[in-house]
C-alpha cells in the first residue's frame, strides 16, 4: 500500500545582511517529504509534534522567534519517520546526517502519545541524548513524573510562551556542554591508553636490555 507523503515545509531565516535586510528563503532539499537541508551554523533544529494545527502553528512561529529552523510533523509516527526510526524503514537512507537538537511533542496524540514517543527516541542509540520536552494541555502529576521518569527534560503546560522556548535553549546548552565533555573524556582515555601501551613497551624492552646485559656478564 503506497504511503501518502505530505510535505513539510521549513522557513529560514537568514542573519542581517550589509545593508540590515532580513531577507527569507526556502530550501528544497527533501527526502519522503521532509525538508533535511542542513541548519545553518548558529541554529538550532527542533522537532515539534503535535496533531493540533494550531498548536502546531503557534509552538512553530514561538521557535522561528527565538532563530530555531524548526520541523513540524502532525504525529509520533511522522516524527519517527523524520528521524528514520519507524518500523517500515530497514535502514534511514538520507537521514545519516541528519541534526536535531531538541525534541517537542504533545502527549495526547492519536496513534501514538508523546509519552510512547518518548520511550522510542530513549531507546535508539542514535537520538537518546536528545532532549525531550513534553506539552499538555492538562497539569497531571502522574503523568508529569512519568515522563520525567522516563527520561523526558521538562514539561510544558499549554498554551506554549515564549519564556517557555527561551527555556528550552538552556536544555540544548547542557546537552551541547555535556557532549563536548564526553568527547574531551574519550579523547583522554585514548591518550591515557596510549601512554600506558607505550610505558608497557619501553618496560619490556628495558627488561630485555637488562637480560642481554646480564647475561652478557656471564659470557
Given at each position: 500500500?503506497?504511503?501518502?507523503?505530505?510535505?513539510?515545509?521549513?522557513?529560514?531565516?537568514v542573519?542581517?545582511?550589509?545593508?540590515?535586510?532580513v531577507?527569507m528563503h526556502?530550501?528544497?532539499e527533501k527526502?519522503?517529504?521532509?525538508?533535511?537541508?542542513?541548519p545553518?551554523?548558529?541554529?538550532?533544529?527542533?522537532?515539534?509534534?503535535?496533531?493540533?494545527?494550531?498548536?502546531?502553528?503557534?509552538?512553530?512561529?514561538?521557535?522561528?522567534?527565538?532563530c530555531c529552523?524548526?520541523?513540524a510533523v502532525?504525529s509520533?509516527?511522522?516524527a519517527?519517520?523524520?528521524?528514520?526510526?519507524?518500523?517500515?524503514?530497514?535502514?534511514?537512507?538520507?537521514f545519516?546526517?541528519?541534526k536535531?537538537d531538541?525534541i517537542?511533542?504533545?502527549?495526547?496524540?492519536?496513534?501514538?502519545t508523546?509519552?510512547?514517543?518518548?520511550k522510542?527516541?530513549?531507546?535508539?542509540?542514535?537520538?537518546?541524548?536528545?532532549?525531550?520536552?513534553?506539552?499538555?494541555?492538562?497539569?497531571?502529576?502522574?503523568?508529569?513524573?512519568r515522563?520525567?521518569?522516563?527520561?523526558?527534560?521538562?514539561?510544558?503546560?499549554?498554551?506554549v510562551k515564549?519564556?517557555?522556548?527561551?527555556?528550552?535553549?538552556?536544555?540544548?546548552?547542557?546537552?551541547?556542554?555535556?557532549?563536548k565533555?564526553?568527547?574531551i573524556?574519550?579523547?583522554?582515555?585514548?591518550?591515557?591508553?596510549n601512554?600506558?601501551?607505550?610505558?608497557?613497551?619501553?618496560?619490556?624492552?628495558?627488561?630485555?636490555?637488562?637480560?642481554?646485559?646480564?647475561?652478557?656478564?656471564?659470557?
Amino acid at each position: 500500500m503506497k504511503r501518502k507523503q505530505r510535505t513539510v515545509a521549513t522557513e529560514h531565516e537568514v542573519a542581517h545582511g550589509r545593508n540590515g535586510v532580513v531577507s527569507m528563503h526556502w530550501r528544497s532539499e527533501k527526502i519522503d517529504g521532509f525538508d533535511l537541508s542542513p541548519p545553518d551554523d548558529e541554529q538550532v533544529h527542533v522537532l515539534a509534534v503535535d496533531d493540533s494545527l494550531v498548536d502546531r502553528k503557534v509552538i512553530e512561529r514561538l521557535l522561528k522567534i527565538s532563530c530555531c529552523k524548526v520541523t513540524a510533523v502532525d504525529s509520533g509516527i511522522r516524527a519517527l519517520q523524520f528521524l528514520g526510526l519507524d518500523e517500515e524503514k530497514s535502514s534511514s537512507v538520507g537521514f545519516d546526517d541528519l541534526k536535531v537538537d531538541l525534541i517537542i511533542t504533545d502527549y495526547c496524540m492519536p496513534g501514538m502519545t508523546g509519552y510512547e514517543l518518548l520511550k522510542k527516541i530513549k531507546e535508539s542509540s542514535t537520538f537518546r541524548e536528545i532532549p525531550v520536552v513534553i506539552m499538555s494541555s492538562e497539569n497531571v502529576m502522574a503523568r508529569i513524573d512519568r515522563c520525567l521518569e522516563e527520561g523526558a527534560e521538562d514539561f510544558i503546560v499549554k498554551p506554549v510562551k515564549l519564556s517557555d522556548v527561551k527555556r528550552l535553549r538552556d536544555y540544548m546548552t547542557a546537552r551541547e556542554f555535556r557532549v563536548k565533555n564526553q568527547q574531551i573524556g574519550n579523547n583522554n582515555n585514548i591518550k591515557n591508553n596510549n601512554k600506558r601501551r607505550l610505558s608497557a613497551r619501553r618496560n619490556i624492552w628495558n627488561g630485555i636490555v637488562f637480560v642481554d646485559d646480564l647475561l652478557g656478564m656471564f659470557a
